[in-house]
């Protein structure tokens, strides 16, 4: 329905004239009487009757002048709240993440993100791949940042940082004074693996397997939960284990573990930004997915 029709039905009704409200709207008398007819016609009732060279609203004039009034103040209300919308970046941001960028990226990257706007409250999940991603297909988290590509036509997966997956032995283990080390050699040890959902132990296993490896074969020691327990369980000599090149800068230059040369296999990975299809986003995360886009070498690996 036209609003302009409920403007100019209110600006009759206080002028009560025709021709006054038709100054005030700059339209012509005709113009203004036809658009109360076109109203009379749409609701089939007579909404006015002249009295003279005024007007006087009938019973249902009366109602219909009064929604007419609380129809246009909500559309003020409306137009007010959006204006203090747009004026700046504010409300929250539910952000869901695995393990490797929700513990060693996102608080750097969400630090620069509150500085530039700081009235948006932001909210970090934290899990393995699959449950994240499940976060955010029933609408628990507005976006996520995970380590492997997910595959659903409901989702926008965009690339965030550059991650390679790095072996890692105890500092007393044989392989320790090694500067590199064949897959073969690897697949005899115990190894220290991610829990089944992590995007970590999604990719390794996808690529070990384009080597030839059998995964079933592997000696898999124990499966943690954690980036952090992985690397815990290394450095008590429990095994080896393959995880980010972001986890391991603490405990190698504490000299916990040796990060040794993986030969013949490639384990770069992309860590995405993944998020709802959707034609409109809110200001905070359209903010957020800006910014992401901004400087991504800071996160390139290749630039360390």
């Not at 697949?187 to 690529?207: A, P």
């Not at 986003?281 to 886009?293: I, P, V």
């Amino acid at each position: 329905m036209n609003l302009n029709l409920f403007i100019t039905f209110v600006r009759v009704v206080e002028k009560k004239s025709l021709s006054g409200a038709a100054r005030d709207l700059f339209l012509t008398q005709p113009a203004v009487s036809k658009q109360i007819q076109t109203l009379e016609e749409l609701f089939g009732v007579q909404l006015m009757e002249r009295v003279g060279r005024r007007i006087r609203l009938t019973e249902a004039g009366e109602i219909f002048y009064q929604h007419a009034l609380e129809i246009l103040g909500i559309l003020e209300e409306l137009n007010d709240d959006l204006i203090r919308t747009t004026a700046g970046v504010r409300g929250r941001l539910l952000i869901g993440a695995s393990t490797v960028p929700g513990h060693y990226i996102l608080p750097s990257f969400i630090g620069r993100y509150k500085r530039q706007y700081p009235e948006v409250k932001v909210s970090l999940e934290i899990g393995d791949t699959g449950s994240v991603v499940n976060s955010l297909l029933e609408q628990r988290v507005d976006l996520a940042v995970v380590g492997a590509t997910v595959k659903n036509n409901k989702l926008v997966s965009t690339l965030f940082a550059a991650d390679q997956l790095r072996l890692i032995v105890p500092a007393a283990h044989p392989l320790a004074t090694r500067t590199s080390i064949r897959i073969e050699e690897i697949v005899q040890e115990n190894l220290i693996w991610r829990e089944k959902g992590s995007g970590t132990r999604r990719v390794l296993e996808d690529r070990l397997a384009d080597q030839g490896v059998n995964l079933d074969k592997l000696n898999i020691l124990l499966e943690l939960g954690s980036t952090e327990a992985v690397i815990t369980a290394v450095e008590e000599g429990l095994g080896i284990a393959l995880v980010s090149q972001w986890a391991i800068g603490k405990s190698t230059a504490l000299g916990r573990i040796v990060s040794p040369e993986l030969e013949g296999i490639d384990l770069k990975r992309n860590l995405y930004l993944i998020y709802r299809r959707q034609k409109i986003y809110s200001r905070a995360m359209q903010a957020f997915l800006d910014l992401s886009k901004l400087d991504l070498s800071k996160f390139d690996l290749s630039k360390k």
